[in-house]
């Protein structure tokens, strides 16, 4: 037990001291009268001392507050401690912001991916592929080899290759019908009237083992100063007539008086995609060619993307069974057509990649989409095989 003592000028006065420190546990054990201060046995002042002692509980209370304390403190230690830490925490997440903003210095995200798809990721990437194409043929090399495999490079391009000839699908084969009537719609400016007089001199001459067909062409375009006089020149150059309709009447009439030939081919005016009512007075004017008419929509190779899924919405009601891909001479890239072609789900029937008539016109065939790819080495003989031969010699 410990004793303790406390003095002062009165017993009320020590008292008093002595409950406000120590409250209710001080038990008084005695009290004397003393005498302090003064000098040299003068001036000394009378005063009361008490002793006292502290109760056991009244000890583990406060040692229990001190055991209080002593936690409060550690737990206040410790929340400053993770402060601390989460300050630490912000300041890198805030440096990574920084890292991160700064497009220059990236993190790519070829950085976590395995060498050889990374390469050919960033491959793709040159070559125009969409991200979600290039995302899905990845996933695809990443699901099929196995780590060993994906360190073989060139079969892992050979397949990724394959998977993007595989994706080209091209229209099937047309219902045989007298005459056979394809019809060009598409933005203005892609090319129609130059693919028009380009398919009549490939069916005319025979190109491309096509059997020699009589050929018609008519054009709804003549409301553009020099648009009919074009058609008429290429038709005069090739000793074939053109027709110009301007009514859906007109239109069945003049197919009506061409029945014997083998093909009709209709050239219209170009139209933009945002314009919805030009393109519906277009469309009631096609329905005249009748249910068995192919129509076919022609987009430029340059065209961005997102603007090709535009045009493609735009042109859905002519309910066209393919896609002719112009001006393939004027992008060294192919990845968008494709990417949009695939992820819409269109067949191409014709590509042009040139503005004489008549070379530059091909059927659609993957191997010449394939041809174009930059940076990817082409297994000709294999890809053959799989896709039949080609003429792709240089014109
Ligand atoms: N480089 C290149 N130019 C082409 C190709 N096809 C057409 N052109 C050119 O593109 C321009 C427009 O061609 P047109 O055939 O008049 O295009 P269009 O779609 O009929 O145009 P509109 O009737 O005005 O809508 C012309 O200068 C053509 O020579 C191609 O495959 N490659
Ligand atoms: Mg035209």
Redesign the pocket.
């Given at each position: 037990m410990q004793y303790l003592v406390e003095q002062g000028s009165s017993h009320r006065e020590v008292l008093e001291k002595v409950r406000a420190r120590y409250g209710d546990a001080a038990q008084v054990l005695s009290h004397r009268m003393i005498r302090s201060g003064g000098f040299l046995g003068l001036f000394t002042r009378e005063g009361v001392e008490i002793t006292f002692y502290l109760k056991d509980d009244a000890i583990k209370e406060s040692e229990k507050k001190r055991i209080d304390v002593e936690d409060d403190k550690r737990r206040l230690l410790e929340r400053m401690n993770q402060e601390k830490a989460l300050q630490e925490v912000l300041s890198e997440v805030r440096s990574l912001k920084e890292f991160v903003a700064d497009g220059a210095s990236r993190p790519s995200a070829h950085d976590s991916e395995h060498p050889t798809l990374a390469r050919l990721d960033q491959l793709l990437e040159e070559n125009d592929f969409s991200p979600v194409y290039r995302a899905e043929l990845i996933a695809r090399a990443r699901s099929e080899f196995s780590l060993d495999e994906l360190d073989d490079y060139d079969s892992v391009e050979e397949a990724i290759v394959i998977w993007i000839g595989d994706r080209i699908s091209l229209p099937p084969l047309p219902r045989e019908s007298k005459p056979r009537i394809v019809v060009l719609v598409?933005?203005?400016?892609?090319?129609?009237?130059?693919?028009i007089a380009k398919l009549a001199a490939m069916h005319k001459l025979g190109i491309e083992q096509i059997p020699v067909q009589s050929v018609r062409m008519i054009t709804i375009?003549n409301y553009?100063i020099g648009?009919l006089q074009?058609i008429e020149t290429y038709g005069s150059i090739m000793g074939l007539p053109v027709s110009s309709v301007e009514t859906a009447q007109d239109l069945r009439q003049t197919i009506a008086m061409y029945r014997e030939t083998d093909l009709i081919l209709v050239?219209t005016?170009?139209k933009s995609p945002r314009d919805a009512v030009r393109l519906a007075e277009m469309q009631q004017l096609l329905d005249a060619c009748g249910p068995a008419a192919e129509v076919y929509l022609?987009v430029a190779a340059t065209t961005k993307t997102q603007d090709m899924y535009d045009v493609f919405r735009q042109f859905e009601p002519f309910r066209y069974r393919g896609v002719v891909v112009?001006?393939?001479?004027?992008t060294g890239r192919v990845g968008n057509v494709l990417s949009a072609l695939a992820e819409k789900g269109k067949a191409v029937a014709w590509i042009?990649?040139?503005?004489r008539v008549p070379v530059?016109i091909e059927t659609a065939h993957p191997l010449r989409f394939l041809m174009n790819l930059e940076g990817f080495r082409l297994n000709r003989p294999k890809l053959e095989e799989r896709y039949g031969s080609v003429s792709l010699s240089p014109k």
């Open positions: 598409g933005p203005t400016g892609v090319g129609k009237t130059t693919t375009d553009r648009a074009q050239d005016i170009g022609a112009t001006k393939l001479d004027e042009t990649d040139g503005q530059d």
